[in-house]
Structure formats: structure tokens, C-alpha cells
């Protein structure tokens, strides 16, 4: 089984409906923007409640793994620059992406999502780096190479194309809408190098 590291782990095995969720919610209030909630429940229900609550407050469902009776359910809070305006002006449509990627150019993608989001589901060959991580690590990039910056929604990758503009890098693009609309491959614990 794939280890998915969790910003908190949260203990609601043995509870049922609704306390996964009730339990789920004051943590997630107590929780950072951007951080990742793995919740342990026993409720074979709680894989619909919380997935349909997480969606309903805004919060960002990434998936469930099975571990004999326990459920692991892996949620992101949201985090408000996702409601930020985007700034970076080299920008690319998913779709120019994909056929970069299909016609084997020989360019970086890079996932700025947390390493959690990233594990569930990612381009295939795409390098992640969290956007929190970038200052630290942009050295392991590439400058000479088209770089494509993804999220989940553009946002997280516009900062990070501002970062790596600032650092040098100057062929950049951010890549939108991002990973929330992605339809090309993809890899990862729900995928194994098939459609989404």
C-alpha cells in the first residue's frame, strides 16, 4: 500500500454517522490553509459523507485507501489564494500542455500541489515540488528547459511561476485551468497510467 503522508491524522474508527463528519469538520477548523487531514473511520458510509461534505464547504476531497477495516480518507482545506486573481502573464491552456507532453517535447512539468494531492493523482512524469518547498529546491529544475507549472486550479502555480521568474527561470508558463480539469494521462494511487 502507497504511504501518503498527512498534515494531521485524525482518529474516528469506531464512530458512525455523523460523528466522522462532526469530528471531521472541528478539526478541519482547527486546521491551515493548504494542509492535508487523513481522517481513520470504520463507517463504510463516512466515503460518501465526507467526500460529499468536503465538496459542499469547499474543501478538497483527494481520495480514500482501504486499509482492511479502516477507511483512510485523505481531505485538503482550502486555502484563499485559490480564490486570488492570477498574475503571471505566460500562460498556457491544459490542452496546449497535453499536446506538448503527447508529441514527447522534451520539457519539464512541474506539480506544485502538496505531496498528498500529487500522490492520488499527477501527469505522468511531472516533478513535485510543493509550492512551500519551491525557494528551497528550484535548483533541482532545469533553466534551460520549457518549464509547466501545475495546480489544482492555476493559482498555487501562477505564485510559483512569479518565484521562478524572480530566481531566473525565464521560460516559464503556468498552466490553467490545471489539474482540476485535467483529461490527459495520469498516475498515481486512483490511476495507473490510464484516463482519469
Given at each position: 500500500?502507497?504511504?501518503?503522508?498527512?498534515?494531521?491524522?485524525?482518529?474516528?474508527?469506531?464512530?458512525?454517522?455523523?460523528?466522522?463528519?462532526?469530528?471531521?469538520?472541528?478539526?478541519?477548523?482547527?486546521?491551515?490553509?493548504?494542509?492535508?487531514?487523513?481522517?481513520?473511520?470504520?463507517?463504510?458510509?463516512?466515503?460518501?459523507d465526507i467526500r460529499a461534505w468536503a465538496e459542499s464547504v469547499g474543501h478538497?476531497?483527494?481520495?480514500?485507501?482501504?486499509?482492511?477495516?479502516?477507511?483512510?480518507?485523505?481531505?485538503?482545506?482550502?486555502?484563499?489564494?485559490?480564490?486570488?486573481?492570477?498574475?503571471?502573464?505566460?500562460?498556457?491552456?491544459?490542452?496546449?500542455?497535453?499536446?506538448?507532453?503527447?508529441?514527447?517535447?522534451?520539457?519539464?512539468?512541474?506539480?506544485?500541489?502538496?505531496?498528498?494531492?500529487?500522490?492520488?493523482?499527477?501527469?505522468?512524469?511531472?516533478?513535485?515540488?510543493?509550492?512551500?518547498?519551491?525557494?528551497?529546491?528550484?535548483?533541482?529544475?532545469?533553466?534551460?528547459?520549457?518549464?509547466?507549472?501545475?495546480c489544482r486550479t492555476g493559482n498555487r502555480s501562477d505564485m510559483a511561476a512569479q518565484k521562478l521568474k524572480e530566481?531566473?527561470?525565464?521560460?516559464?508558463?503556468?498552466?490553467?485551468?490545471?489539474?482540476?480539469?485535467?483529461?490527459?494521462?495520469?498516475?498515481?494511487?486512483?490511476?495507473?497510467?490510464?484516463?482519469?
Open positions: 500500500m502507497s504511504k501518503i503522508n498527512a498534515d494531521v491524522i485524525l482518529d474516528a474508527k469506531g464512530l458512525a454517522c455523523p460523528m466522522p463528519i462532526v469530528k471531521t469538520k472541528k478539526e478541519m477548523n482547527e486546521l491551515a490553509p493548504g494542509k492535508v487531514l487523513e481522517v481513520q473511520a470504520t463507517d463504510k458510509g463516512s466515503k460518501a478538497q476531497y483527494l481520495g480514500t485507501l482501504e486499509d482492511g477495516e479502516i477507511l483512510k480518507h485523505f481531505l485538503r482545506k482550502s486555502a484563499s489564494e485559490e480564490t486570488e486573481v492570477k498574475e503571471y502573464p505566460y500562460v498556457v491552456q491544459n490542452d496546449e500542455l497535453q499536446k506538448k507532453i503527447e508529441s514527447n517535447e522534451s520539457i519539464i512539468v512541474l506539480d506544485v500541489r502538496e505531496a498528498a494531492e500529487y500522490a492520488f493523482n499527477h501527469i505522468p512524469e511531472a516533478i513535485s515540488i510543493p509550492l512551500g518547498e519551491l525557494d528551497e529546491r528550484a535548483d533541482e529544475l532545469q533553466k534551460e528547459k520549457e518549464i509547466f507549472v501545475v530566481k531566473g527561470f525565464d521560460k516559464v508558463f503556468n498552466v490553467i485551468p490545471g489539474m482540476s480539469e485535467w483529461t490527459g494521462q495520469l498516475e498515481g494511487v486512483n490511476h495507473k497510467g490510464g484516463q482519469q
